[in-house]
């Protein structure tokens, strides 16, 4: 085999080294398996209301991470965010819940937490909290939202839970 074939065989198998690469990069993966196995999902919140994901989807009983990032400059007393994790309900429910847990300062969150499966704290802008917990075994739609006052008719979401 003489150089140039070798260098063509070189640029033809970077180049569909690249298109692998490009073909993977297109569904963007909201999430990252480090080194003790345990999945993590970033979320990010800003001044706008809105989370960067409405939709997380998990095996029942995974174990997950979930790391909220306030990426707003605004402080946590007029535009606070936080990730609560709700047992499964309609959006009237939902709302009834970011309704009671609302008037709860300083946590946003209601003295009985039977609904509530997992939550972060409210963070201010530029903060961040990182959460642990297991994903029900019961498979179906969880509903996640912020309960700063005012928040949830936009900032909430559904964590789908399917073997
Ligand atoms: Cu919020």
Do not use: H, W, Y
């Given at each position: 085999m003489n150089h140039p074939t070798r260098i063509l065989l070189a640029l033809v198998a970077g180049a569909?080294?690249?298109?692998?690469?490009?073909?993977?990069?297109?569904?963007?993966?909201?999430?990252?398996?480090?080194?003790?196995?345990v999945r993590t999902i970033e979320i990010t919140a800003n001044d706008t209301m809105k989370f960067n994901l409405?939709?997380?989807?998990?095996?029942?009983?995974?174990?997950?991470?979930?790391?909220?990032?306030?990426?707003?400059?605004?402080?946590?007393?007029a535009m606070g965010h936080n990730w609560v994790l709700l047992t499964p309900r309609d959006d009237a429910a939902v709302l009834a819940f970011a309704a009671s847990a609302a008037a709860r300062m300083p946590d946003y969150l209601p003295d009985d937490k039977s609904a509530v499966l997992a939550h972060t704290r409210i963070l201010g802008g530029g903060e961040s909290d990182t959460i642990e917990f297991t994903v029900p075994a019961q498979p179906g739609e969880y509903p996640f939202l912020c309960t700063f006052p005012g928040h949830a008719a936009l900032m909430k979401g559904k964590l789908i839970v399917r073997p």
């Open positions: 569909s080294l690249l298109f692998t690469g490009c073909g993977k990069s297109e569904a963007p993966a909201p999430s990252a398996a480090p080194a003790d196995g409405t939709e997380i989807r998990a095996q029942p009983g995974e174990k997950l991470r979930v790391a909220l990032t306030n990426l707003g400059r605004m402080p946590k007393q």
